[in-house]
């Protein structure tokens, strides 16, 4: 089968098209033959390792310290057909559409794969009725995760959030689930992104390079900070008493001053990240088949161009997700 191998921690050069033996599942696992995968910040900064010390130096340690070893495929979402089953698995049959997350163990970025049909760390749920296996792919890590951070910000009905970073896979995701939950919805992004924001939700949207919403001196039930690119004192000043402050990518400065805030005054800061669950899939799925929420896609590309799909993400241009097609033929099935 074909795979995109990550061969060295670098530029998007290191990803190349090859030749790998097909996996064959073991007895509690699906063969999934996968139809799209996504590529994300969060894949261009693990394959250039372009993260935080305290994160990047445990993952090389893991993953390998000159190389990639341990894990040589990337890819964290998929959708796709199970095409085989093991013997001891009962929530799935060959022919089911799927879409999930093969977890920290990567592997998206091939024609096949083998997860297990439930475990910690992946998830697979059965794919939205009305959904292509593009807008599927895309819902598994953005969804999730605005998901999580939503409900452990508790948002209510009549609430006022404001979202940084709205513009996202993240923040697509969070604008309408926000909506669903009844908040009144500000997201903030660049200016090509403002009509976008506005069409999927967004009550009012805010040009962060024209505008600093921490100096307008409006006020915010919640603040969910996706990108991480403003200090949290200065994000602080536009949260309410007992407001919530949620980030999805923390640097150590707002770690750190995020407990010192939970301990000591009204407001809570929440930096916990979500695990997908196929209770959460489910979840997610249910709401675009019911209209509440889609996915939004800015690009797609074909395999064996991922290398220039991870140059574009890596742009930070991007709204909503960026697609990689593995069988253009039968995506729209």
């Given at each position: ?46 394959r250039s390792l372009k993260l935080p010390l305290f994160l ?278």
């Open positions: 089968m074909k795979a995109i191998v990550w061969t060295a921690y670098g530029s998007p050069e290191v990803l190349q098209l090859r030749e790998v033996e097909k996996p064959v599942p073991k007895d509690n696992e699906v063969l999934i033959q996968i139809h799209a995968t996504t590529v994300t910040k969060g894949d261009t900064e693990t990047g130096l445990p993952m090389r340690i893991y993953v390998g310290l000159n190389k990639p070893k341990r894990i040589t495929i990337p890819g964290q979402e998929l959708a796709g057909d199970i095409e085989s089953v093991g013997k001891d698995v009962t929530l799935f049959k060959a022919g089911d559409q799927v879409f999930g997350s093969p977890g920290f163990g990567m592997g998206a970025y091939a024609e096949y794969i083998c997860l297990p049909e439930k475990s910690e760390g992946t998830a697979l749920a059965i794919m939205p009725a009305n959904a292509t296996y593009e807008e599927a792919a895309c819902i598994t890590l953005g969804g999730r995760e605005a998901l999580h951070f939503l409900r452990k910000g508790n948002i209510q009905r009549g609430e006022r959030i404001l979202i940084n970073g709205a513009g996202g896979s993240i923040g697509t995701f969070a604008i309408q689930l926000a909506k669903y939950f009844g908040a009144e919805v500000t997201g903030v992004d660049s200016g090509e992104k403002l009509e976008m924001l506005h069409s999927i939700g967004a009550d009012e949207v805010i040009d962060y390079t024209q505008e600093d919403f921490t100096k307008s001196g409006v006020t915010y039930d919640a603040i969910f900070d996706v990108v991480g690119n403003i200090s949290l004192s200065s994000g602080q000043r536009s949260l309410r008493e007992n407001g919530r402050y949620l980030l999805a990518n923390p640097r150590v400065s707002q770690i750190v001053g995020g407990l010192w805030t939970s301990m000591t005054s009204s407001k809570k800061v929440v930096m916990q990240t979500a695990d997908a669950t196929p209770e959460d899939l489910v979840f997610l799925s249910e709401l675009i088949e019911a209209g509440e929420i889609k996915s939004v896609i800015d690009r797609t590309y074909p395999m064996e161009q991922i290398p220039e799909a991870h140059r574009y993400v890596e742009k930070g241009h991007k709204k909503g997700n960026v697609v990689i097609t593995l069988d253009p033929q039968i995506l729209h099935s």
